[in-house]
């Protein structure tokens, strides 16, 4: 009993830390796009603040932020993408890079991640 309330101790405290990491904004994004019947890959730079749309789909960029001094290596992005035949987003918050998988968006056609953000102007 007393190990179980030791992993249960160790395990709440784990999850009240935090992770301070400084971001530097980029202009924009550069996404990756799948379309998954045609096979179809595109790459597309967005600033902030504008949209892509390809397809039945429009990608919106709020922002894109990257580690300070390292804007090729773990980018993330805040995208909020629509369905042209839905009402509610399809997607809708922070996409990484560096975990495509984490934060992904699910649709049956499209497959879209973050590959990098753009430098700052």
Sequence with gaps: MR????IFC???SA???QISVKTTDGAGVVLRSLDRISG???DFEVKNGQNFERGKIRVEVREC??????IDRDAFAFLTIHDRNNERPAFDGWMMASSPALSALEHPRYDVWVL??????
Excluded: E, H, N
């Excluded at 190990?3 to 030791?6: D, K, N, Q, S």
């Design 3 to 6: 190990g179980l309330t030791l």
């Design 10 to 12: 160790l395990l709440a």
């Design 15 to 17: 999850s009240t830390a």
């Design 40 to 42: 179809q890959v595109l």
């Design 65 to 70: 932020r990257y580690p300070k001094g390292a």
């Design 116 to 121: 990098r953000c753009l430098a700052p102007t």
